[in-house]
């Protein structure tokens, strides 16, 4: 019987490293409402390779799951 790794959602990385929006906001140095934003799907995040280290820091994730959870979640239809 395999075991199947569940797929977490950006706010659910967010979450298990006990960090609010701001937090994360801050050490990006992005705004609150982008954070927001990333984790309903209205946009999706555009960073530098630096930015995306500094992401899977962070949230203590792989590369892997960092893309996992942001495909997850679908960009709205404005």
Known sequence: MTK?????????LRKRVGLTQRQV????????????????????PRLTFSETKMLMAIFECTLDELIEAYEREKVQPK
């Open 25 to 44: 906001a801050i050490a990006l140095d992005k705004k609150v409402a982008t954070i927001s934003d990333w984790e309903r799907g209205v946009t999706r």
């Open 4 to 12: 199947e790794k569940k797929t977490l959602t950006p706010m659910e």
